[in-house]
């Protein structure tokens, strides 16, 4: 059984912080690594996706990935009230065509 | 308007009692496909299909069907629910030449259900 592993927080983070948020994964044969944010009562949306090791940026979001330790990061910077929300990790592997989603972090941002 | 519509929203029903949750998009989407999502669980994914008639299952298949008969429709059957299907669902579709592989999910409003 593949399994996503995240912290369920909430953590909580002053505005203007840097929000850290982590995922590991236990199938070493994903390929593909996203992450989604769900506010709360509303559908998730795609913020990121990576693919291979190292740092994505968009904006004021940064992925980081290392396979070797199987794990997924998404750094948030100048955190604001808006960024709360929880925030999912998925993983899809290379021949499957199913996403395992991991069970979510609260991020609380704090004026 | 590009979306994904699920009905209906909300349903309240008993045991056994046969029920299906529609779920349509109409972006000419390929890829579609059905989540439930638990507290502490998170998102679980129960059925996809990559295309017309063609379907899969996912991690939680059990107790659930589904159809693909039109490219942009694709239902979710509870031949017999129970109470431990009671959950908050979500369809999503993914776009063609390969939105699937990058993650690109679609999600509808969401269908929360109770059975009692």
């Known amino acids: 059984q593949k399994e996503v592993e995240q912290n369920s927080g909430p953590l909580s983070v002053p505005e203007g912080a840097i929000a850290s948020l982590n995922c590991t994964y236990s199938?070493?044969?994903?390929?593909?690594f996203f992450w989604y944010r769900q506010y709360s009562g509303k559908s998730p949306e795609l913020i990121m996706s990576i693919y291979s090791n190292g740092d994505k940026e968009d904006g004021r979001f940064t992925a980081q990935l290392n396979k070797a330790s199987q794990y997924v990061s998404l750094l948030i910077r100048d955190s604001q009230p808006s960024d709360s929300a929880t925030y999912l990790c998925a993983v899809k592997g290379y021949y499957g065509q199913n996403f395992v989603f991991g069970p979510g972090t609260r991020l609380s941002v704090l004026p | 308007e590009a979306q994904v519509t699920q009905n209906p929203r909300y349903l309240i029903t008993v045991t056994g009692k046969k029920l299906t949750v529609t779920c349509s998009q109409n972006m000419n989407h390929e890829y579609m496909s059905w989540y439930r999502q638990d507290p502490g669980l998170g998102l679980r994914q129960i059925y996809y299909s990559m295309n017309v008639e063609v379907t899969d299952k996912g991690d939680v298949p059990e107790g659930y069907k589904v159809s693909r008969k039109e490219k942009r429709n694709f239902p979710l059957i509870l031949e017999s629910p129970s109470p431990n299907q009671t959950s908050l669902y979500f369809c999503?579709?993914?776009?063609?030449?390969?939105?699937?592989?990058?993650?690109?999910?679609?999600f509808g409003p969401g269908t929360r259900l109770t059975v009692t």
């Open positions: 999503a579709s993914s776009p063609p030449g390969g939105g699937n592989y990058r993650g690109e999910q679609y």
């Open positions: 199938d070493r044969g994903s390929q593909s």
